[in-house]
């Protein structure tokens, strides 16, 4: 099975600022990754699919990227409500397999 | 609105067995595959199980392969999963979430139903 190693483990940052979060496939995934972001206590919310298409609603601050194996989640102006863990996704030969989570706290 | 509503959770032995249960609404059941992830206490995603829009195709992770059975009725807009031979690490909040079509990723979740699985 394709593993996903997600870094960094927690993340702090200031509000305004931009954040990076990345996950590596352990083989080529071709684009098919997805990332979630999930508030304390509350159910996953889908950001981006297919590495870099922004889901329906998500503010234009979240963007993907990435090919390959490796893969990124950018955060511009990060604001109080980006706090949160976020999880990478990746669809392969029918299996799923998440990232480990970031957790994002403000400075 | 789509709402996805877990029920069937709870305390049970290792060994025995539990259903979970969830019922869609807001949408046209039977035109999405489905899934369930579930997520044990303070650490992250796992999925469990997937199934297709029609029920012919079910796909597991390994360590639930031949203990677990995910199932859909169509005409219900519900979907199942029979846990049997539970173990003490099958302990997590389970999830029912949607797929999105023809994208490998899970566009709507459900709050979440709580399994623990302790003697």
Known sequence: ?107 | EVQLVESGGGLVQPGRSLKLSCAASGFTFSDYNMAWVRQAPKKGLEWVATISYDGSSTYYRDSVKGRFTISRDNAKSTLYLQMDSLRSEDTATYYCARLLILRPAFDYWGQGVMVTVSS
Request: net charge negative.
């Open chain 1, 1 to 107: 099975d394709i593993q996903m190693t997600q870094s960094p483990a927690s993340l702090s940052a200031s509000l305004g600022e931009t954040v990076t979060i990345e996950c590596r496939a352990s083989e080529d995934i071709y684009n098919g990754l997805a990332w979630y972001q999930q508030k304390p206590g509350k159910s996953p919310q889908l950001l981006i699919y297919n590495a870099n298409s922004l889901h329906t609603g998500v503010p234009s601050r979240f963007s993907g990227s990435g090919s390959g194996t490796q893969y990124s989640l950018k955060i511009n102006s990060l604001q109080s409500e980006d706090v949160a863990s976020y999880f990478c996704q990746q669809y392969y030969d029918y299996i799923f397999t998440f990232g480990s989570g970031t957790k994002l706290e403000i400075k």
